[in-house]
């Protein structure tokens, strides 16, 4: 796995644009070193030809079109990362929130990584709550796949615990990348101002 594009990733996921001090750039790698270290990454896939009824409506259908299958994921790294951040936050605040970016970024690495078994062309991943879908759509994935094997929750919320886990749904047969439409925090997204994005430096 690229450390250079997961440290790149956890700035992003702290807000840290520019230029790292020197300080700032050991924090990370030495939390990237701890969240490699607690992860116990796991990954459950589905694939389906036809598709399943919860996806029968938007914004499912816009991401979907044209594609000729789709696959449902989860994957999680495991409740020892969430319980170590949570002691950190009455120590170390600080590092808490560094450790925190960085176990998000080793998950969509590791979860990127196994989603390549689908080939290509395939889309990116699509999360419910993306794009003003439904969150509890969350169980729909739980009830396909059974991530409790894995030792995924879903709460009432329609959140899932441990918290560094995902659930979502990939197009088999286009490439469609990441895109801000789909993202609840557009409106006030300081990477949009700057006519960049979260996921990478190329212009919007």
């Known amino acids: 796995m690229n450390f250079s594009a997961l440290k790149e990733s956890a700035a992003r996921y702290l807000g840290v644009r520019g230029a790292r001090s020197g300080e700032t750039e050991a924090l990370i790698g030495s939390c990237l070193e701890e969240a490699e270290e607690l ?63 960085c176990a998000s970024a080793l998950l969509e690495a590791h979860t990127d990584e196994a989603e390549e078994r689908l080939g290509t062309p395939r889309t990116s991943r699509f999360c419910p709550g993306y794009g003003g879908s439904p969150l509890e759509d969350v169980r729909e994935i739980f009830g396909a796949l059974r991530p409790e094997t894995i030792g995924m929750q879903v709460l009432p919320s329609g959140l899932i615990v441990p918290q560094k886990s995902m659930a979502g749904v990939v197009g088999i047969g286009q490439l469609r990348k990441a895109e801000c439409g789909a993202c609840v925090l557009k409106e006030g997204c300081a990477y949009r101002k700057e006519g960049k994005t979260c996921y990478g430096s190329e212009r919007k």
Do not use: M, N
């Open 39 to 101: 992860g116990r990454f796991r990954f459950l896939i589905a694939e389906y030809q036809t598709f399943p009824a919860f996806l029968g409506k938007e914004p499912y259908l816009g991401f979907l079109a044209g594609c000729g299958g789709v696959a449902l994921v989860a994957s999680t790294l495991g409740a020892e990362t969430d319980v170590r951040i949570r002691r950190l936050f009455r120590t170390d605040p600080a590092r808490a929130v560094v450790l925190d970016a």
